[in-house]
């Protein structure tokens, strides 16, 4: 959980105000969305991080309507695509419309062009249209025609999947999943949230309506690129990487993983940790930081061994192993 900074007051674009302003984020959000502080906090994270999200939960358990309230909660254009089988890479990125006033071929923009883009049920789309975002995701650009087009600053795919077992999804591929800074699963409510969620709607809450239900604009593009060049200036000790790169070669070395961490992993999990370091108030990372994002910074960079699947042992039960045997350093 992240601790509110109330002690940083300042204009607009300064650090102590920027993390103020993502702080109250969390509070914004809670407005729509019950008990899923975890989720907000991954999120505020990969902005800073530059990075991308995939949020992996069963039906109807709001991970839609939380990347609709994180998109009111900013200033930031924002567009939505609904994952289908029948959906083309060109609805994704764009494409060359004939212009017969002008004779000529003219680009027109995809949704893609947006500052914060919910992918819905990305994993409901045949993987020719899933990978149609993979140079977007990791170049911010696409390219139509043979012409590079850059994308909007800040630029974040916030991706809502059901998971595999259920009928007509696609596995996202290796590469893909590379792609995602994070990975949050969004679990089913407590029985107290869910009394409240309950008695938001029987009181008239409208998750179409985010507007009636308060929402509100609290962080912009100043305050984001205030944060990242705060991020950017916390210390990480040489200790501290090498406690990333031992947690990343111990799950090369993992009996129950055929496939570990790549060096892209690790420098995911130096760069989460840094941030979320960062928001909690400091400015070096402590293991503990490492240790807080060392779970959705790792989950879907591995890759299970059949005979473990087996048995029930999951990806999150061997890096919680791995987290515990490695040494840390004081």
Same mark, same amino acid.
């Given at each position: ?17 920027? #993390? ?85 071929? #003219? ?92 008695? #938001? ?130």
């Amino acid at each position: 959980m992240m601790d509110p900074t109330t002690d940083n007051a300042g204009p607009a674009g300064n650090p102590g105000a920027a #993390r103020a302003s993502l702080e109250s984020l969390r509070a914004e959000i809670a407005k729509a969305v019950v008990g899923q502080d975890p989720a907000v906090t991954g999120l505020v994270v990969a902005l800073l991080c530059r990075g991308h999200v995939l949020l992996e939960g069963v039906p109807g358990v709001a991970k839609t309507l939380l990347v609709r309230a994180l998109a009111s909660a900013l200033e930031l254009d924002t567009k939505r695509i609904q994952f289908t089988p029948d959906l083309m890479p060109s609805d994704v990125t764009g494409s060359l419309v004939y212009d017969t006033r002008s004779a000529e071929f #003219r680009f027109q923009p995809g949704p893609v062009f947006t500052n914060l883009l919910l992918a819905d049920e990305i994993n409901r789309t045949p993987p020719k249209t899933q990978s149609s975002l993979l140079e977007a995701m990791e170049e911010r650009q696409v390219t139509v025609d043979g012409t590079p087009r850059p994308l909007p600053d800040p630029f974040l795919v916030a991706a809502t999947q059901n998971p595999v077992e259920y009928e007509g999804t696609y596995p996202l591929p290796e590469a893909q999943l590379d792609r995602f800074l994070l990975k949050l699963t969004i679990p089913l409510p407590s029985r107290q949230d869910e009394i409240d969620v309950l008695t #938001r709607h029987a009181e008239g809450f409208n998750p179409r309506d985010l507007h009636a239900a308060g929402l509100r604009p609290v962080a912009n593009a100043a305050d984001l690129e205030a944060a990242r060049a705060a991020v950017a200036k916390t210390t990480i000790s040489p200790e501290i990487t090498a406690y990333v790169v031992d947690i990343c070669r111990a799950t090369r070395e993992s009996p129950s993983l055929a496939l570990g961490v790549s060096p892209r992993g690790a420098t995911a999990l130096l760069t989460t940790s840094r941030a979320w370091a960062w928001l909690t108030g400091r400015d070096y990372v402590i293991p503990d930081d490492v240790k807080a994002l060392a779970l959705p910074t790792l989950r879907h960079r591995v890759q299970l061994r059949p005979e473990a699947e087996m048995e029930g042992v999951t990806a999150d039960s061997v890096i919680n192993a791995i987290l515990a045997h490695v040494p840390v350093p004081r």
